[in-house]
């Protein structure tokens, strides 16, 4: 079983920047290879993906709408994975969520229905 911290999250005006952060923990996480991800979700809408990184790191995803702004990252030997975020806007508040899915694929993931484990979440509330 895996365990999905993340942080980071809070307020931020427009334009600004925040760095995301999820720890994973779990005997399973550590003596496989997982794939990861970062989802979102504003009040009354569907949970969409962000970005996501294949387990080596050698393959990421974007979202169209994020392209360019946000950028995903993970360390292994740590167990951590990294969501910065640049240039927000205020249509990038939401509810953040990490993801993770056992799989040695070379591509990065992108459905939701592709990730077993979820993080509790962390708020980002970008500010006009």
């Known amino acids: 079983q895996v365990q999905l911290v993340e942080s980071g999250g809070g307020l931020v005006q427009a334009g600004g920047s925040l760095r995301l952060s999820c720890a994973a923990s779990g005997r399973t996480f550590s003596n496989y290879a997982y794939a990861m991800g970062w989802f979102r979700q504003a009040p009354g809408k569907e949970r969409e993906f962000v970005a996501a990184?294949?387990?080596?790191?050698?393959?990421?995803s974007y979202a169209d709408s994020v392209k360019g702004r946000f950028t995903i990252s993970r360390d292994n030997d740590k167990n951590m994975v990294y969501l910065q975020m640049n240039s927000l806007k205020p249509e990038d508040t939401a509810v953040y969520y990490c993801?993770?899915?056992?799989?040695?694929?070379?591509?990065?993931?992108?459905?939701?229905?592709?990730?077993?484990?979820w993080g509790q979440g962390t708020q980002v509330t970008v500010s006009s």
């Open positions: 993801a993770a899915e056992r799989t040695y694929a070379t591509m990065a993931l992108s459905k939701r229905v592709d990730f077993g484990s």
């Open positions: 990184i294949s387990w080596s790191g050698g393959s990421t």
